[in-house]
């Protein structure tokens, strides 16, 4: 059972990294857009 539960906190570690990875990927991406050309808005 105490193995699960790692498994289980591993796993949620994981995700957590992902969209933490993806959060900031959009951002610096966005920034760039809005640094780089203007929008058409």
């Given at each position: 059972?105490?193995?699960?539960?790692?498994?289980?906190?591993?796993?949620?570690?994981?995700l957590?990294?992902?969209?933490?990875?993806?959060?900031?990927?959009?951002?610096?991406?966005?920034?760039?857009?809005?640094?780089?050309?203007p929008?058409?808005?």
């Amino acid at each position: 059972e105490a193995n699960q539960r790692e498994d289980a906190l591993q796993k949620i570690n994981n995700l957590i990294d992902k969209f933490e990875n993806q959060y900031h990927v959009q951002e610096k991406s966005v920034q760039e857009t809005n640094n780089g050309n203007p929008l058409g808005n």
